[in-house]
Structure formats: structure tokens, C-alpha cells
């Protein structure tokens, strides 16, 4: 059975939360473990309601903190899929941190985080629907996302080696 191209749109997902006293640390900065937890969430949504299926987590790419998000702020998470692979799909999280007024907006983090698609036994991975980018930003990132999937199966050791060596001349020219 063939699935249906699903547009980036039918899956977007957007998440927002008030950083209480118990999500920060000593000097009143959210926690860095409380953040992954709510991009995983959220991405973990997102995926799903592109699926249309329960999707575990299988990675995250590269996550920095590049601002500190303070006691008080709102920060909202906005993602959307990226890619649909054969039984995974890639998910692009953002995160934006403003005051109570929604004031001082900034971005403050993003990562790609990669699931797949569980069977009705929640035990088997199962083919996921493709995606239909439309906007040119979104034909960008599924363009992009085959290179950042070659990169996670080449550290995984998941890249056959003639695969692999090759990908290892194309990044470092070597």
C-alpha cells in the first residue's frame, strides 16, 4: 500500500511553556535536561502526527545552549518534519525565549531529532509517509537532511565502508 505525501504544514507542532522555580538551576536559568525533555516532546508530536503512529526517539543532532533561557520567560517550540526516510522521519526543533508580555523575543536553540515509526505492536519499525515540501525554506531542509542522515549513519557505523570512506573524501576532502 502506498501512503499519501504529507505537506510540512499537516504536521507542525508548536509547544509553549513558563520556566517555573523547579525547571532551573542555582543561578535561576533553565536546566538544560528539562529543555531536551520538551524538544523531545514536542518533536516526538510532531513525528507522530506525521505518522500517524506512536515513534520512539532514535537521535539528536548536535544540541548547544547558545543562550540562557531565564526564571520566568515563556519559551515556545516550534517544529516541523524535515524529511520522511523509509521508516524514520527527521524533525527540526526551535526555540524561542520571550518575557510574560511576549517581549525581548530571541532565538535561543534548535536541533534535528530522528524517529521512527512503530508497527501496531509497537515493536517493528513500519514504512512512514513521504513529505511534500512546498515553500522553498522547506524544499531547502529535505535537501539538506539526506547529508545530515549520511553524517548520523557514518558515526553510528551504520554506512557501509566503501559508503562511508566516501562521505569521509566529500566532508574533509580526504
Not at 517555573?20 to 520538551?38: A, E, F, S, V
Not at 527540526?92 to 530571541?106: A, L
Request: proline fraction near 4%; charged fraction near 30%.
Amino acid at each position: 500500500m502506498e501512503l499519501k505525501a504529507k505537506s510540512v504544514s499537516e504536521s507542525k507542532s508548536i509547544m509553549t511553556e513558563m520556566i517555573m522555580p523547579n525547571d532551573t538551576n542555582p543561578i535561576h536559568n533553565l536546566m538544560g535536561g528539562n529543555l531536551l525533555k520538551w524538544m523531545d516532546v514536542v518533536a516526538g508530536i510532531c513525528a507522530g502526527k506525521h505518522c500517524e503512529r506512536y515513534v520512539v526517539t532514535v537521535s539528536v543532532d548536535h544540541v548547544s545552549f547558545e543562550k540562557p533561557i531565564h526564571l520566568g520567560d515563556v519559551i515556545t517550540l516550534e517544529c516541523v518534519v524535515t524529511r520522511a526516510f523509509n521508516t524514520s522521519c527527521e524533525v527540526y526543533v526551535e526555540v524561542f525565549s520571550s518575557n510574560i508580555k511576549g517581549k525581548n523575543t530571541r532565538r535561543c536553540n534548535d536541533a534535528y531529532f530522528t524517529f521512527v515509526a512503530l508497527d501496531d505492536d509497537e515493536k517493528r519499525p513500519v514504512k512512514v509517509p513521504p513529505l511534500l515540501p512546498i515553500t522553498d525554506e522547506e524544499k531547502k531542509r529535505y535537501d539538506e537532511a539526506l547529508r545530515r542522515r549520511q553524517i548520523r549513519l557514518l558515526f553510528s557505523g551504520r554506512l557501509d565502508k566503501e559508503a562511508a570512506k566516501k562521505l569521509q573524501i566529500e566532508l574533509l576532502g580526504k
